[in-house]
């Protein structure tokens, strides 16, 4: 006569009638462990769920996130994206200076987890003069806040060797982990790296784009 053992809740054909109720719900205990499980949203869970197991899993209707308990608390489901911002700007921007500039391109977010990060693309047009270089970089807050690049070079450089001005497209991005549910501001910043003259940036449509990545 079998008997259906301890952690296989199926039911074999030969198992005893009087088997079906403990395999059944051994069945539905599994079931609550690796199933998704749906709630309206983590106060709804709570009430269901007050002594959550390692490796449950949940989704909530209200943020649309998918989550694993790690023993200790809820978490999203790793590689996310939790939201994204973006801004564009026309605005044209010149200097001279061998410091950084604020530029018309910053974007705001607030991190939903101090374990989140912050994905950063930027696409800048900029004219630089004949023999001279341009340095961009993106800041945590303005100029005068965090130089996400190198301290000198920043992002990098576009430069100019040709006669006369020199047109062209830069893409800068990086992920950031600014480690704070506060509003994170993110800044484009540029410079004169080398030379005379005045380098320009915005001399046509950029753009900045924020992505919060769940952890």
């Known amino acids: 006569m079998a008997v259906t053992p301890v ?5 074999e054909s030969s198992d005893r009638v009087s088997d079906y109720p403990g395999a059944s719900e051994a069945l539905a205990e599994r079931i609550d462990i690796v199933g998704v499980n749906p709630f309206a949203d983590s106060a ?3 009430t269901a769920i007050p002594s959550p197991t390692e490796g449950m899993m949940s989704s909530l209707n209200d943020t649309n996130e998918v989550e694993r308990y790690d023993g200790a608390t809820w978490k999203p489901v790793g590689g996310k994206v939790l939201q994204v ?16 500039v ?16 912050v994905l950063i693309f930027a696409s800048i047009p900029w004219s630089v003069p004949s023999t001279s270089a341009m340095t961009l970089t993106i800041f945590r807050g303005t100029v005068a806040g965090t130089n996400l690049g190198n301290a000198g070079l920043g992002m990098g450089q576009v430069f100019s060797s040709a006669t006369g001005r020199l047109d062209g497209i830069a893409a800068l991005n990086f992920l950031d982990s600014p480690s704070t549910t506060s509003s994170q501001t993110f800044t484009v910043g540029f410079k004169m790296g080398t030379g005379t003259g005045t380098v320009q940036a915005f001399a046509g ?11």
């Open 7 to 11: 952690g296989n809740p199926y039911v």
């Open 44 to 46: 709804a869970r709570a």
């Open 85 to 100: 911002v973006s801004v564009t700007s026309t605005t044209s921007t010149s200097t001279s200076s061998t410091s950084y």
């Open 102 to 117: 604020t530029t018309a391109l910053a974007a705001s977010l607030t991190p939903a987890s101090t374990a989140n990060k």
């Open 205 to 215: 449509m950029s753009s900045l784009t924020l992505m919060e990545i769940s952890a």
